[in-house]
């Protein structure tokens, strides 16, 4: 069974940086499309930002400019770069593949931004 691990998350202040990670164990990231997705208080959880198994990515309007999906296979590893964060981005960020049937979801890491 697939798990993944996301971490790296924190408080910062507006117009701040944090780099998420996401692990995986039991499967070979590389091979999939992976997506970070975030799920703010009282909203859906929402796809952010993926990146294919050959390195094309793609982001939602609302980050783009501002994060950066990226993987080190080598690590196993997918992060999500996350500069100029806005309070509305405020949210538990999630990572899974993109493509149905989904893992189970990990238990997310916490970004919060506020003065």
């Known amino acids: 069974q697939v798990q993944v691990v996301e971490s790296g998350g924190g408080l910062v202040q507006p117009g701040g940086s944090l780099r998420l990670s996401c692990a995986a164990s039991?499967?070979?990231?590389?091979?999939?499309?992976m997506g970070w997705y975030r799920q703010a208080p009282g909203k859906q959880r929402e796809l952010v930002a993926h990146i294919t198994s050959g390195g094309d990515t793609k982001y939602a309007d609302s980050v783009k400019g501002r994060f950066t999906i990226s993987r080190d296979n080598a690590k196993n590893t997918v992060y999500l770069q996350m500069n100029s964060l806005k309070p509305e981005d405020t949210a538990v960020f999630f990572c899974?593949?993109?493509?149905?049937?989904?893992?189970?979801w990990g238990q997310g890491t916490q970004v919060s931004v506020s003065i």
């Open positions: 039991g499967s070979i990231l590389s091979i999939y499309t």
């Open positions: 899974n593949r993109l493509n149905y049937p989904l893992w189970q």
